[in-house]
């Protein structure tokens, strides 16, 4: 079968995607967000006894900061800003020809970051509810996200939905929801006819203490990812992530069960947009014209 392409000026001329004037932010077309809403079915009727938590696609910047993402990912991190600047200020930049520079200049940063993966506001919660209970927690988010990342590609966006399913617990616990997730979502790429590379990873980690870091997440397989073919069949894309942080939210956010020792966490991800992109990619622009088995296990 052949592909199609899925260039940003394919998806505008078709009408899927909406320029807004800067790059990785777009609208989305009803047909879109129909697919969208289909992976997110799929992925729900996927997992049982999730506790669903939806929060804004914002962090206080206390929350931010505690979690080391300053200290990780500085180069991807948006914090909010907001005017500072007085009555007499505002007036003359009104007036001006040219305000840009001079409405940033009086611009200072709120008490607010834009949320870069989903499940952050999710461990502050997690920590305020006391001790871990022997089963752990197992929570279902979801969230637009944001990662400076500005990108022609259409796969690598600035603004984009993660939907994740979050586990807390013992490390054998874990254990067990990824080693099922890496299986389940072998499941799902075949109901939805994508063709799949899972594989070792790393996070983008920022300057050379990171590439230390990069190499020894890779070395310890705490994060996988399954790549599928969307801009180009041999640079594959990470569609979904399969994280164990170890007890690094556990011992940020003091996540403890009784016995005092620390919750281990991971979360399964799924980014919706790539999701979406691959399948229009694989079976064609118009999902009306899709196999009827594709059609009834979205929903479309
Ligand atoms: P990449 O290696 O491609 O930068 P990542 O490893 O940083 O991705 P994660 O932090 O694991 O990605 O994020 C979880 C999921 O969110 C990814 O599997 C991917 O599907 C999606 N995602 C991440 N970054 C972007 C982006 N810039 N645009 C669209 N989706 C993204
Ligand atoms: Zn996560």
Not at 16 to 29: A, D, F, M, N, R
Not at 111 to 130: E, K, N, Q, S
Not at 199 to 227: I, W, Y
Not at 252 to 261: E, L, V, Y
């Amino acid at each position: 079968m052949v592909e199609q392409d899925v260039t940003l000026n394919a998806l505008f001329e078709a009408g899927i995607w909406i320029e807004t004037g800067t790059p990785g932010v777009y609208g989305k077309s009803a047909m879109f967000e129909a697919i969208i809403d289909g992976l997110e079915a799929l992925v729900t009727e996927a997992e049982t006894g999730a506790e669903r938590v939806r929060f804004p696609p914002a962090l206080a910047e206390s929350t931010f900061i505690q979690s080391g993402y300053y200290k990780n990912f500085p180069h991807l991190a948006a914090h909010v800003h907001a005017f500072c600047g007085c009555e007499k200020t505002h007036a003359s930049l009104v007036q001006s020809k040219d305000p840009l520079d001079q409405w940033r200049d009086n611009l200072a940063a709120t008490d607010i970051v834009l949320t870069p993966a989903a499940c952050y506001p999710l461990y502050p919660l997690a920590a305020r509810r006391g001790p871990l209970p022997a089963d752990g927690w197992l929570f279902d988010v979801q969230s637009y996200c944001f990662r400076r990342e500005p990108s022609d590609s259409p796969d690598r966006l600035q603004m984009f939905r993660m939907r994740e399913y979050v586990r807390i617990g013992s490390p054998q616990q874990v254990a067990d929801f990824r080693n099922a997730w890496l299986e389940r979502s072998k499941d799902m790429m075949s109901t939805l006819g994508l063709d799949y590379h899972l594989d070792v990873a790393n996070d983008p980690f920022f300057g050379r203490a990171g590439r230390l870091m990069a190499t020894s997440q890779r070395e310890q397989a705490l994060k996988f990812e399954m790549l599928l073919p969307v801009i180009d069949a041999e640079r594959r894309t990470a569609c979904l992530s399969f994280n164990y942080h170890q007890d690094h939210f556990g011992t940020t956010f003091d996540i403890r069960p009784a016995d005092g020792s620390v919750a281990h966490t991971g979360c399964v991800g799924f980014g919706l947009e790539r999701l979406t992109l691959a399948l229009l990619r694989r079976h064609g622009l118009a999902p009306q014209t899709w196999s009827a088995d594709l059609k009834r296990a979205l929903q479309l």
